[in-house]
């Protein structure tokens, strides 16, 4: 069964500290991986997209990390701000006879003073 | 650059009714998705429309069906609504390479549907 699985499922951090979320899938055959950042109340905005060649993609203080042979995906936020709150969503394309996407639940990240 | 725009941005059905919601696209996108969010199931694929023709499809009920315009503007339609149904409905334009391809969607804020 196609899965995507995100930890934590929640995070607080204090302002200016890294952090590290993780999404492990068992989604095939794969196709591409992408990051997204969704504040309450609104749609879900573009952070990296990943495909199968690639396990490293950085947007400002956003790295996203990707292991296809372990089916493992990281996305690190540096020196984080109070308006990386948010939650974090991985979601992976798969490709048979036609494309889909499996989402993550996402990890709520609150950051705090 | 206009972003994406959803209308209407609030809805209230009452069980058995039908629905539709409208998604326009930002300027020269040819590719519109739709997708569901709940508390309970999360963000969840409709489909995926591109040149007035569907080209990808998630695993809903045939309640669920969309239609794209020749410019490029987008609808979906709920029939028979379930409280169920009630979510926030998000579209998203691309270029229009396709969700196999590495190409970034931009989303809608969305229309929050609820099922009375």
């Known amino acids: 069964k196609n899965q995507v699985e995100q930890s934590p499922q929640s995070l607080i951090i204090l302002e200016g500290k890294n952090c590290t979320l993780q999404c492990n899938y068992t989604v095939s055959p794969f196709s591409n991986l992408r990051w997204y950042k969704q504040d309450t109340g609104r749609g879900p905005v573009s952070l990296t997209i990943?495909?199968?060649?690639?396990n490293t993609k950085s947007n400002g203080r956003y790295t996203a990390t990707l292991d296809a042979d372990t089916k493992q995906s990281s996305l690190h936020i540096t020196a984080s701000q109070l308006s990386d709150s948010a939650s974090y969503i991985c979601v992976v394309t798969y490709t048979g006879t036609a494309s889909k996407l499996t989402f993550g639940t996402g990890t709520r990240l609150q950051v705090t003073l | 650059k206009a972003g994406v725009t959803q209308t209407p941005r609030y809805l209230i059905k009452t069980r058995g009714q039908q629905v539709t919601l409208s998604c326009s696209p930002i300027?020269?996108?040819?590719?519109v998705s739709w997708y569901q969010q709940t508390p309970g199931q999360g963000l969840q694929f409709l489909f995926e429309?591109?040149?007035?023709?569907?080209?990808n499809k998630g695993n809903f009920p045939g309640r669920f069906s969309g239609r794209q315009f020749s410019n490029s503007r987008s609808e979906m339609n709920v029939s028979t609504l379930e409280l169920g149904d009630s979510a926030l409905y998000l579209c998203?334009?691309?270029?229009?390479?396709?969700?196999?391809?590495?190409?970034?969607?931009?989303f809608g804020p969305g229309t929050r549907l609820l099922v009375l």
């Open positions: 429309y591109f040149s007035e023709t569907q080209r």
């Open positions: 998203a334009s691309s270029l229009g390479a396709g969700l196999r391809m590495a190409e970034t969607q931009y």
């Open positions: 300027s020269g996108h040819r590719s």
């Open positions: 990943m495909t199968f060649s690639e």
